[in-house]
């Protein structure tokens, strides 16, 4: 017997849980369904890689809300069942169980899945795709200090992951494709200051090196690059980016590009569907183009504002997010379009350690990193809103 509710978030993230919040801003009775893949009550996601691994939060502190939140708020959670097949017409959503639920109003917060490497073994069962939290509970079992890891990739996750073993005492090799660290956002100059930083904290990096194949060698697992160079070690974490998880949005027939395509209220191409999170190729008012954002606090806005409008809210979404992250000593914050694509300034007060970097497109800021640089993004969105023409002189001591 299909069962209606008012509301159904499809999706147990930070994005499908702050809709709640959204939601019961305006409506304090319409029933909410949460349907998550993960059987896990939504969790923060960041200390993945981060703060479990330092000791500054345990696994208990990274869920978003307690056990009895949702019952307070009229929140049916229904966890470890995924979303499989949405009919607009009917205006149904069932799970892989076959069980199928009504709604009024849909939000679809799916996220992404790790990219998967295409290549031999690369479906190997200890194999690491880092996301989930289960992910996290099967590295620390192998993650002992004088344990051996391969990480495989360069990127945000690569690099936190493998900064956090080598700081549990774990041997840690990075292998990826980029000439150096982080390349898609860093400036090369930072870039390579923060691998040569690895380096000398004795993680091996191997730069500009393609994983061709995996394989099981005794009680170790084996890394063949495309340069023939060959490791080994007892555990291997793969970083590769997330690819979005549009598959239900496709199937019902609702517009994907690179995302799900909504309007600048959160809504789809059906307009008593939502979605928003990292699944969400949205318009981006400030740099006046659409895009996805794959982080923290444009899951939490967008998240909220999509529930808000869900529940008879019209509020266009103006918010500029941030991302931030911590690499040893080296932490930032960043907003807007930080590419390494565009043209870079860096105004170093210590350089490659503590300063501004600008990302500028004909000689408009359109990013800003702020390096060791903190509690300075107001003023970083501002930079970027008013969108005036600027010398290097001019962003000289501008921020910092």
Known sequence: MKKSFRYVIVGGGLAGAS????IRGRDKDGGILLMGAESERPYDRPPLTKKLWSGKKKVEDIFLHGPGYY???GVDLRLGKRAVK?????KTVADETGAEFGYEKLLIATGGVPRK???PGGDLDGVIYYRYLGDYTRLREKAAKGASAIVIGGGFIGSEIAASLNMNGVDVTM?????YICNKVFPEGLGRALQAD????GIKVFASETPASFSKLGGKLAIRTTGEIVFEADAVIVGAGIVPATELARGAGLKVEDGITVDEFMRTSEP???AAGDVANFPYKDLGKRTRVEHWDNALSQGALAGANMAGGAEPYRHMPYFFSDLFDFGYEAVGEVSSSLETFADWQEENVKGVVYYL??????GVMLCNVWEKVDEARELIRKGERLTRSDLKGRIG
């Open 272 to 274: 008593d569907i939502y």
């Open 361 to 366: 497109r004909e000689g408009r800021v359109r």
């Open 19 to 22: 809709a709640i919040k959204g």
């Open 117 to 119: 490497l295409d290549i």
């Open 86 to 90: 949405l009919d607009t017409g009917a």
């Open 198 to 201: 690895f380096g000398k904290r």
């Open 71 to 73: 019952d307070e708020n």
């Open 175 to 179: 292998v990826f494709p980029s000439p």
